[in-house]
């Protein structure tokens, strides 16, 4: 699934990197706490959150993620949009609640661990 069909399904928007939608991810991970994240730590990841500080994007910069998802409306500020932009990661957006979310994107393919369904 690219970034840009995850955030189609979610029914959501670019912050910034639409350029780069066509990015392949392998698989999803939808916390709020970066610690959870860290334990996920897999090649490709979609990242789902409803935490809006520039710590998110620091722990994707360090996992090597490249697209994040704001879950429940929530905006970034400019800061983290420039942040994400220098650091090459995708922002998008849903006013979807998390559960929502991640669920939409596992029904339209992507399964955590990368797997696709048969």
């Known amino acids: 699934m690219t970034v840009a069909e995850a955030i189609k399904v979610v029914d959501g928007a670019f912050f910034c990197g639409e350029d780069k ?10 916390a709020d706490l970066m610690s959870d994240v860290m334990a996920f730590v897999k090649d490709r990841v979609l990242l789902l959150t409803g935490l809006v500080n520039p710590q998110v994007i620091r722990t994707a910069e360090l996992l090597d993620i490249h697209a994040i998802i704001f879950v ?20 998008g957006g849903t006013k979807l ?5 991640c669920g939409k994107i596992y029904e339209a393919g992507l399964q955590a661990g990368g797997t696709r369904p048969i």
Do not use: H, N, Q
């Open 97 to 101: 609640p998390m559960f929502l979310a």
């Open 72 to 91: 429940r409306g929530k905006v970034p500020s400019k800061d983290m949009i420039e942040l994400a932009e220098d650091s090459d990661i995708i922002l």
């Open 21 to 30: 939608g066509s990015t392949e991810v392998a698989s999803a991970c939808g």
